[in-house]
């Protein structure tokens, strides 16, 4: 069975760093590429930031390029994404999924992060 | 990268009604388009993938058409459960995109 757990959000003061990560478990992560998409209040999703299987091609949204770093470890099984820099408009809740390509599609249950002043 | 463009939204339907949704691509994704159900504290619900194939599990008042830059969601027979945001999503290219969403709303 395939599970999908984000951890690391909070509550964060602007300018300040949180990293998120996604511990995965029921597939070969190493085969897939992986993505974070985040949702903020009263608005839709939006994708973050996406990593090839093989760590060699990143994408990131213009909104958080040159703040957010996406890496992972596939002797881990885990995703992360490392957040600087953090605006109050990165306040969302962070989902991690395995490449969103048909079905099956698999999300984590997503983590809340916070930023604040 | 490619957008994707919904409407309408929001969108507001009695229970029993048919409602459709479109979805509408910047450029040729052919059918590499998912549709998702999003209810808050959850994570997104696939409905329909490769644009027209129903996801196992999920009732047959949904369906997905479409090719090319133009895809529709439909609800035959709006239910109370079906109240919920409903998203389009692109693999045709990284980066994997979404539409901004239709929240669907009972009148």
New interface residues.
């Given amino acids: 069975q395939v599970h999908l757990v984000e951890s690391g959000g909070g509550l964060v003061k602007t300018g300040g760093s949180l990293r998120l990560s996604c511990t995965t478990s029921g597939f070969t992560f190493r085969d897939y590429?992986m993505?974070w998409?985040r949702?903020a209040p009263g608005k839709?999703?939006?994708?973050v930031s996406?990593i090839s299987h093989d760590d060699d091609?990143k994408?990131y949204?213009d909104s958080v390029k040159g703040r957010f770093t996406v890496s992972r470890d596939n002797a881990k099984n885990s995703l992360y994404l490392q957040m600087n820099r953090l605006r109050a408009e990165d306040t969302a809740i962070y989902?991690c999924a395995r490449?969103?390509?048909?079905?099956?599609?698999y999300?984590?249950?997503?983590t809340l992060v916070t930023v604040s002043s | 990268d490619i957008q994707l463009t919904q409407s309408p939204s929001p969108l507001s339907a009695s229970v029993g009604d048919r409602v459709t949704i479109t979805c509408q691509a910047s450029q040729d994704i052919s059918h590499y388009l998912n549709w998702y159900q999003h209810k808050p504290g959850k994570a997104p619900k696939l409905l329909i993938y490769d644009a027209s194939n129903l996801e196992r599990g999920v009732p047959s008042r949904f369906s997905g058409s479409g090719s090319g830059t133009e895809f529709t969601l439909t609800i035959t027979s709006l239910q109370p459960e079906d109240i919920a945001t409903y998203y389009c999503q692109q693999y045709s290219n990284l980066p994997r995109t979404f539409g901004q969403g239709t929240k669907l709303e009972i009148k």
């Fill in positions: 590429y993505g998409i949702q839709g999703l939006e994708w996406y091609t994408y949204a989902f490449d969103l390509v048909g079905s099956p599609a999300w984590g249950q997503g």
